[in-house]
């Protein structure tokens, strides 16, 4: 399999409930990210990894865990998730952190906390 | 923080008219990009600008990179309806060395075209 694997599509959790998204490349890229879109909203970053460091936080909520194990998976631990967390969440790669030749997205999650 | 503002909003054309919209920003990129989003998926790289002047096509597709570094615009030409999705623009600025850049992306255009 190629490009950038997101697993589960869909997933529909409550707010008590601990959940975790995957996210899986086999570009061999070297940095992973986690964004978030909303509705009518610009695409959020979220998360920067490279080299399976992380490198920037932007000021995302305890609730939202990240791990990133080695640079082909990264994943996003849930819990006590708001309803207003509902959105497609993204991964994507680039080759490196400088990004000049763009990211690859996966196809996202859409999470919907009820 | 840098801004990016594209425009149009929202889109709604019929099949084989033409398709403009654009991007500009408050700071100077070095680097444009284009990705389109189709429905239940992620976005996808359509074309990517190095240079401020560049013109580059990608078959219907054409995307140029602002003289001023501040702008770019998309071009669709003889739209059909598999083009019907979201466009994002973003911008990166790489100060060079070890420092890294970050994508920056505009808030999307949404295509409908009608058959």
């Known amino acids: 399999e190629t490009g950038v694997t997101q697993t589960p599509r869909h997933l529909v959790m409550g707010m008590t409930n601990k959940k975790s998204l995957k996210c899986e490349q086999h570009?061999?890229?070297?940095?992973m990210y986690w964004y978030k879109q909303s509705a009518k909203k610009p695409l959020e970053l979220m998360f920067v990894?490279?080299?399976?460091?992380?490198?920037e936080n932007n000021s995302v909520p305890s609730r939202f865990s990240p791990e990133c194990p080695n640079s082909s998976h990264l994943f996003l631990h849930l819990h006590t998730l708001q309803p207003e967390d509902s959105a497609l969440y993204l991964c994507?790669?680039?080759?490196?952190?400088?990004?000049?030749?763009?990211?690859?997205f996966g196809s996202g999650t859409r999470l919907t906390v009820v | 923080g840098q801004q990016l503002n594209q425009s149009p909003q929202s889109m709604f054309i019929q099949e084989g008219e033409d398709v403009s919209m654009n991007c500009t920003s408050s700071?100077?990129?070095?680097?444009w990009l284009w990705y389109k989003q189709d429905p239940g998926e992620g976005p996808v790289l359509l074309i990517a600008?190095?240079?401020?002047?560049e013109l580059t096509s990608n078959g219907r597709l054409t995307a140029q990179f602002g003289i001023t570094r501040k702008d770019s615009f998309l071009n669709i030409s003889a739209s059909i309806p598999s083009d019907v999705g979201i466009y994002f623009c973003?911008?990166?600025?790489?100060?060079?060395?070890?420092?890294?850049?970050?994508?920056?992306f505009g808030q999307g255009t949404i295509l409908t075209v009608h058959p």
């Open positions: 570009l061999g890229h070297n940095a």
């Open positions: 600008l190095y240079k401020a002047g």
């Open positions: 973003a911008g990166l600025f790489n100060a060079g060395g070890t420092s890294y850049g970050k994508l920056t």
């Open positions: 990894y490279n080299f399976k460091e992380q490198t």
């Open positions: 994507a790669s680039s080759q490196d952190l400088e990004g000049v030749y763009g990211y690859t």
């Open positions: 700071s100077i990129f070095n680097t």
